[in-house]
Structure formats: structure tokens, C-alpha cells
């Protein structure tokens, strides 16, 4: 996908893999735990990369793809964005224990 968007820039998809990577366990081990902080934490970091990259995307398609592989591409984007933040909304509602 990154060369649909020209130019290529090594250093910076690297730097982009390993924050995806780190966001990536955030949420894993938050899956794990079932913890309500852990997982409103890990939905809040991965949303801050998601909504911004769905966003790009929607504003950018990607000139190297199809028109078919431009709303697959976004829609995809955009699913996990609402699930996430339904995964936030949610948990944000539910009561602490007292």
C-alpha cells in the first residue's frame, strides 16, 4: 500500500510499522486483561492513529489503486474506527465498582 502513494519513504513507513506494532500490543494485552482502564487507554491510542489515517485516506485515494480498491480500502478504515469507537463509548458509559 505504500507505494500506491508515492514517493516511498523507507524511514518513515519503518517508524510508522513500529508505532503500529506498539499500538497493535497495547490493545492485545488489553484484550487479555478485560480491564476497563487498559482497554479505554488502548482504544483512545489506537484512535489516535486510526481516525487521522481514515481521514487521509477519505481526503487522499491512492493513485496507484482501482476505484474498487480505494472504497474497499476506506471502508475498512472506517469499520474499524466505529467499532473502536463503539469499544470506547461503551466502556466509557459502564459504572465503576464502588
Do not use: C
Not at 510499522?17 to 489506537?46: P, Q
Request: proline share 5%.
Amino acid at each position: 500500500m505504500v507505494s500506491a502513494l508515492p514517493p516511498f519513504n523507507e524511514h518513515l513507513a519503518a517508524d510508522t510499522g513500529s508505532g503500529l506494532l506498539a499500538t497493535g500490543l497495547l490493545v492485545l494485552i488489553a484484550g487479555l486483561y478485560l480491564r476497563r482502564d487498559m482497554t479505554i487507554i488502548a482504544t483512545i491510542g489506537y484512535l489516535a492513529f486510526s481516525l487521522p489515517h481514515a481521514v487521509f485516506h477519505l481526503q487522499h485515494p491512492g493513485e496507484g489503486m482501482s476505484t474498487a480498491q480505494n472504497v474497499w480500502n476506506v471502508t475498512a478504515l472506517w469499520l474499524v474506527v466505529v467499532l473502536a469507537g463503539t469499544v470506547l463509548a461503551t466502556e466509557a458509559r459502564q459504572k465503576t465498582p464502588s
